[in-house]
């Protein structure tokens, strides 16, 4: 089944204490992103990947920090959570930019306390 | 600024009637537009795109939309509406040019379908 996979789902953690929610996709797609979703405000992107070994800010990129080293991982990495990084975040990914539309993943719901 | 709204954070509507979510559109360009819906703790699905060509478009479960270039919008539509479509509703853009593949957003509108 072809699909975008989050990991974990749900963690709550404490400030400052380094975490990595993983993603992956299984359809060999070259772009991936990650956004967060925050009530009243959409989903707005943080950091993206045109393909291995090449990623870039998106709007919020402040306090994260993404790595392409395989074509179907795009982990996020929050080196030191803050409170105001409590979110829903999601994992997408799609064929490349322009027209396709993108495959996100269930989401994993953040607490950091 | 490019932006999306969506000037209603909630529709309701009975079911077997027609249904409509707004979407509104502030972006340089002639954008692709596409709508997501998202279910209680599930990630976000797609359900159509508009590329170009002819300005009504039909997506999956039965919904479509319309294309307006002229008032900037692409309202989602249901001929008659189920219960089961009950869930949040994204309206989304992506700038022909953009070099971030970014999609922009709206807010969201929560469409609660009665029996």
């Not at chain 1, 996979?5 to 359809?27: A, D, E, F, H």
């Not at chain 2, 795109?49 to 300005?55: A, F, L, V």
């Amino acid at each position: 089944e072809a699909q975008v996979t989050q990991n974990p789902r749900y963690l709550i953690t404490v400030t400052g204490k380094k975490l990595t929610v993983t993603c992956s996709q299984n359809m060999n797609h070259e772009y991936m992103s990650w956004y967060r979703q925050d009530p009243g405000l959409g989903l707005r992107q943080i950091y993206y990947s045109m393909n291995v070994e090449v990623t870039d800010k998106g709007d919020v990129p402040e306090g994260y920090k993404v790595s392409r080293k395989e074509k179907r991982n795009f982990p996020l990495i929050l080196e030191s959570p803050s409170p105001n990084q409590t979110s829903l975040y999601f994992c997408a990914s799609s064929l490349g930019i322009g027209y396709n539309e993108q495959f996100f993943g269930p989401g994993t719901r953040l607490t950091v306390l | 600024a490019q932006s999306v709204a969506q000037p209603e954070d909630q529709v309701n509507v009975a079911e077997g009637n027609p249904l409509t979510v707004k979407c509104t559109y502030s972006v340089s360009g002639n954008p692709y537009l596409f709508w997501y819906v998202q279910y209680p703790n599930r990630g976000l699905q797609f359900l159509l795109k508009y590329i170009t060509g002819d300005n009504l478009v039909k997506g999956s479960y039965g919904f479509e939309a319309e294309f307006n270039k002229s008032q900037t919008s692409f309202h989602l539509k249901k001929p008659s509406a189920l219960v089961s479509d009950s869930a949040l509703y994204f309206c989304a853009v992506r700038p022909l040019y953009n070099q971030g593949g970014k999609l922009i957003f709206g807010q969201g509108t929560e469409l609660s379908v009665k029996p």
